[in-house]
């Protein structure tokens, strides 16, 4: 379509930014719905993400997604965050209002709604969840978890002190354990969660034993590249119900897409198909 000079503008800021497929997905909801918008790449160095921030907001910009590895440094800069980007501790979403950047993060929503949609059986209520890592992507699915209602979340990770300094900040429904304890946190497990970047294209292979996990315990990966990981294949061997992580970042982009251009799209087959094709 033909942009206007009323076009409504929004973005993605990162370095690199390049690989991100976030302007891809937008730009399909803004051809669908007839939208007068753009949403465009920033590629944007760490040095200059606050003036550029700044000149993006008196460009007439709407808003920006935040990605690798401004996430933590543009919470620093948001005038007011939502509750979940201060428990989440960094921000992916932000919009430019009343002369000011109101930071969120759309993640845990994202993490959520994608099970939701792919799983509708599965509840957060059922039963205690693993999670393996502690980083960025962990923090969010346990904000996800325990804002729904999940009684208890096991914390899987390579480094132990970093399991135990995430869990502290959570309380006692959050129980760390090293990898080597892996089978006692799958007891009783309705939800494994890989949060860790092994399996991921490029990176070293998750090598995890499933033995102990009940078989109705869902299994999902945030990876999406491959979009069947080796822990889902394993996974639906062993006849488990499998979620891939495409559509947390399809899901995620909701909130952000009507922040700035007035409206909430929905994640359909259509869609992942053509985000899934670029």
């Known amino acids: 379509m033909i942009l206007s000079g009323k076009a409504q503008l929004a973005g993605v800021i990162g370095w690199p930014v390049s690989h991100s497929l976030s302007p891809r997905l937008h730009g399909y909801w803004l051809r669908q719905h007839g939208i007068d918008g753009a949403y465009l790449p920033l590629p944007v160095r760490p040095e200059a993400l606050s003036p550029v921030i700044a000149s993006l907001a008196e460009l007439g910009f709407r808003g920006i997604n935040v990605t690798i590895p401004h996430k933590q440094a543009v919470l620093k800069l948001c005038t007011k965050l939502d ?6 501790g960094a921000v992916n979403t932000v919009v ?4 000011g ?3 969120s993060n759309s993640d845990a929503f994202g993490f959520l709604e994608n099970l939701y949609q792919s799983a509708p059986d599965w ?19 346990i904000v996800a978890l325990l804002d729904a209602g999940t009684p208890s979340i096991h914390l899987v990770n390579r ?11 959570f309380g ?4 760390p354990h090293p990898w080597d304890d892996i089978a006692d946190a799958f007891f009783g497990a309705s939800l494994l969660v890989n949060s860790t970047s092994l399996g991921m294209t490029g990176q070293p292979p998750l090598k995890l034993d499933l033995t102990g996990l009940p078989r109705a315990a869902l299994v999902t ?4 590249t491959p979009l069947e990981t080796p822990l889902l294949a394993a996974a639906k061997a062993r006849g488990h119900s499998v979620v ?3 559509g947390m970042l399809l899901h995620q982009a909701r909130p952000g897409f009507e922040a700035w251009f007035g409206f909430r799209p929905n994640v359909t087959e259509e869609l992942r198909r053509f985000v899934l094709a670029g």
């Open 96 to 99: 430019f209002q009343d002369g």
């Open 101 to 103: 950047l109101h930071g």
């Open 123 to 141: 509840r957060p209520t059922a039963g205690p969840a693993v999670v393996l890592g502690a980083g960025g992507a962990a923090r969010a699915v």
């Open 172 to 175: 006692d429904t959050v129980h």
């Open 244 to 246: 891939d992580g495409l």
């Open 159 to 169: 480094t132990l002190a970093r399991a135990e300094d995430l869990a502290a900040e």
């Open 221 to 224: 990966d945030l990876v999406y």
């Open 83 to 88: 509750p979940t980007a201060e428990r989440i």
